[in-house]
């Protein structure tokens, strides 16, 4: 039981974890948009 709630918490922090780095990754490519188009 508290292996498979642990499995779950990780996994949830993943989920958590995922959108703030797709979240940067999307800044980081707009930057590199704004740069190229000047």
């Known amino acids: 039981m508290n292996r498979e709630k642990q499995a779950s918490n990780q996994k949830i922090i993943l989920i958590r974890a995922?959108?703030?780095?797709v979240r940067s990754g999307f800044a980081q490519d707009n930057a590199k948009n704004a740069d190229s188009q000047i």
């Open 18 to 21: 995922f959108p703030a780095k």
